[in-house]
């Protein structure tokens, strides 16, 4: 009974310090018998232990219980609410603790060559943003929403090619860029956590995002093949199709972006040196989606978004004291078709671009 509870202080204690999208999740504590800190570092990011661990498919150490809960409570405080369209349903909870999500994890070792890391949410205040006719966020429908979270199986498998190293496989997913090893790109990139009472104010992100940020996880699938040469170049490419299912729990509720069905690529290529306490990332990533028009937003337009982006990471690790520093810059075009200009549009592409950096010690 004793060690029970150690044990769940334990977990605890990995969840709450890594609160973040890129969770130290205590099934895979428990199945490579490391310490968080072993694949972490700071909130979110791996550690080059724990790129490893990720790009071996989850499959490392032994098979144990893959099942793990984590639970968040959220607190807002806004001092000119004005904004919502319905005071009655969202003006109540200013202020409030409230429980905001629900995670169930399924994460770890299947076989010898397969893991995963499955993520189900259920959000008790998730949001709809309500839209006017300009496009314009005036406000939110407040609903519950249960629905598969960023998540990913994957198959992984150790070769020689032309007598050099080499780590191949295969990956399944439902949320562009959330398999990727590095958390520079939006997946498990900064600032990794907010809540979603947020969106209630129109408060939600500084600014506009890019579709590769986030646009249209969940509501899509992804199959691709993956390669790590030597330990230091890797290179993905994977194709994303518009997901729509019967049960309504693995994808999201009132989904923003209608996806085509056809090919979304994706892909990514990174050059990663490790030499001892220093490790060094320099890549670069991207997709071309096609969307329909937005229904959330009246007179919206279908679009074809191409991303394009480059980032970089730097780590230096030890026992003692560790620092690191990560950059992120993409480009959006976003081809709205000659038909759409004078009418949705006042040209027919147009360009968003997205800067991010952070230095952690």
């Known amino acids: 009974m004793l060690q029970v509870i150690h044990k769940l202080r334990w977990q605890l204690l990995c969840l709450v310090v890594f609160s973040s999208q890129a969770w130290a999740l205590p099934s895979f504590t428990e199945q490579t018998q490391q310490p968080c800190a072993a694949c972490h570092l700071s909130f979110g990011e791996l550690t080059p232990n724990g790129r490893k661990f990720k790009l071996m498919g989850y499959a490392r150490g032994n098979r144990v219980n893959p099942f793990s809960i984590n639970g968040t409570v959220s607190l807002t405080k806004i001092s000119n609410t004005d904004s919502s369209v319905d005071p009655s349903v969202s003006l109540p909870k200013n202020g409030n603790v409230l429980p905001e999500e629900l995670n169930v994890f399924m994460a770890g070792k299947i076989t010898e060559q397969v893991g995963s890391n499955v993520k189900l949410t259920a959000n008790a205040i998730n949001t709809t943003p309500l839209f006017s006719t300009s496009g314009v966020q005036t406000g939110t429908k407040v609903g519950k929403d249960v629905f598969l979270d960023n998540s990913e199986i994957r198959f992984a498998q150790s070769a020689q090619f032309n007598k050099t190293p080499m780590v191949w496989g295969v990956t399944l997913n439902n949320a562009p860029s959330t398999q990727d090893l590095w958390s520079t790109t939006p997946g498990h990139g900064f600032p990794y956590r907010s809540s979603s009472l947020l969106n209630a104010w129109g408060m939600?992100?500084?600014?506009?995002?890019?579709?590769?940020?986030?646009?249209?996880?969940?509501?899509?699938?992804?199959?691709?093949?993956?390669?790590?040469?030597?330990?230091?170049?890797?290179?993905?490419?994977?194709?994303?199709?518009?997901?729509?299912?019967?049960?309504?729990?693995?994808?999201?509720?009132?989904?923003?972006?209608?996806?085509?069905?056809?090919?979304?690529?994706?892909?990514?290529?990174?050059?990663?040196?490790?030499?001892?306490?220093?490790?060094?990332?320099?890549?670069?990533?991207?997709?071309?989606?096609?969307?329909?028009?937005?229904?959330?937003?009246?007179?919206?337009?279908?679009?074809?978004?191409?991303?394009?982006?480059?980032?970089?990471?730097?780590?230096?690790?030890?026992?003692?004291?560790?620092?690191?520093?990560?950059?992120?810059?993409?480009?959006?075009?976003?081809?709205?078709?000659?038909?759409?200009?004078?009418?949705?549009?006042?040209?027919?592409?147009?360009?968003?671009?997205?800067?991010?950096?952070?230095?952690?010690?």
């Open 204 to 361: 939600g992100q500084f600014g506009p995002t890019s579709m590769l940020d986030g646009g249209m996880n969940s509501q899509v699938l992804g199959v691709g093949m993956f390669a790590m040469l030597d330990d230091v170049w890797y290179a993905e490419f994977t194709s994303y199709h518009g997901s729509k299912t019967a049960i309504p729990a693995l994808e999201v509720a009132n989904a923003n972006n209608a996806v085509s069905t056809s090919n979304n690529p994706y892909w990514r290529l990174a050059w990663n040196p490790v030499v001892g306490a220093n490790s060094w990332m320099l890549g670069t990533f991207g997709m071309v989606s096609k969307l329909s028009r937005d229904r959330l937003v009246t007179g919206s337009s279908s679009g074809k978004y191409t991303d394009i982006g480059i980032d970089a990471q730097y780590q230096f690790i030890t026992p003692s004291h560790s620092w690191s520093a990560q950059a992120l810059w993409i480009q959006e075009k976003v081809d709205w078709s000659a038909r759409s200009v004078g009418t949705n549009h006042d040209a027919q592409v147009s360009t968003l671009t997205t800067f991010k950096t952070k230095v952690t010690w």
